[in-house]
């Protein structure tokens, strides 16, 4: 079977919902042991029960990733018993804002998700990467990281930092066998994008989830799946020969939106 991870053990960064729940079902479906990493632990053990119910291998891990001592310790009890393979650094948050209109606070709470969060997880996972010689890293950037999205300073500068960072650790790592690549979505039609348009748009739902499906050149939102199959290709062996790549999954946003 071609992208299997038979025998591969992979954590997975806000795997309990939108994005990541789709890449936690796809990989776990695919023969992984699936580590859900969430600060939500109810949300993660109802996936984890779900999944194991279907016969698959999934298990909840309650972390605040931008806290470095409670990833530590995670990853740590998980290499204790198992070999991880995979790290995919999906989990962040979002934010609407200019820089003169984003405070202090906000800009401080995103970075420390975004970008804080990310480098605790490599932090944690890289040496045993090291250890057992090699391993594959994937992080969720986003289109904002590569041109102009109007009211997301800060999301922008977040994801800007995680494609970089990809780079960085890529570079880095090359004589450790460690590949790491990121993908950049544009929208993709998840519960967030649900709730931020009730929440901002109340009465005008299906005009707002039109007007920004069609931001999308090819006309709609990209579902989770799709997502989730990119993660899986750069996570899977067939892989191998990739490293230090963004992945722009993106409808035509960036190069057709003219």
């Keep these: 079977m071609m992208f299997s991870l038979s025998n591969k053990v992979a954590l997975i960064t806000g795997g309990a919902s939108g994005i990541g729940l789709a890449m936690t079902e796809t990989f776990a479906k695919q023969g992984a042991h699936v580590h859900i990493l969430e600060l939500n632990i109810t949300e993660a053990e109802q996936v984890a029960q779900r999944l194991q119910a279907e016969g698959l291998q999934a298990t909840a891990h309650q972390v605040d990733i931008a806290k470095q001592e409670m990833v530590l310790a995670c990853v740590n009890g998980i290499a204790a018993t198992q070999q991880i393979d995979i790290l995919v650094n999906n989990a962040g948050i979002a934010h609407v804002g200019k820089a003169h209109t984003t405070s202090e606070s906000d800009f401080d709470r995103i970075i420390n998700v975004n970008v804080k ?78 709730g931020f348009i009730t929440k901002n748009y109340p009465g005008q739902e299906k005009e707002m989830f039109e007007k920004l499906s069609k931001t999308q050149p090819i006309g709609r939102m990209a579902k989770p799946s799709e997502i989730a199959a990119l993660a899986l290709y750069l996570c899977s062996d067939e892989a191998g020969f990739v490293t230090g790549c963004d992945y722009v999954i993106d409808g035509g946003f960036v190069k057709l939106n003219n």
């Design 117 to 194: 969060g990310v480098y605790n997880c490599l932090f944690a996972v890289i040496p045993h990467f090291q250890a057992q010689g090699g391993g594959v890293i994937l992080n969720t950037a986003s289109i904002a990281a590569s041109v102009g999205i109007p009211d997301r300073f800060v999301y922008s500068t977040s994801k800007g930092a995680v494609l970089a960072m990809t780079l960085s650790v890529a570079k880095d790592y090359l004589n450790d066998n460690i590949r790491c690549n990121s993908i950049s979505p544009a929208r993709v039609h998840t519960p967030f994008v649900d």
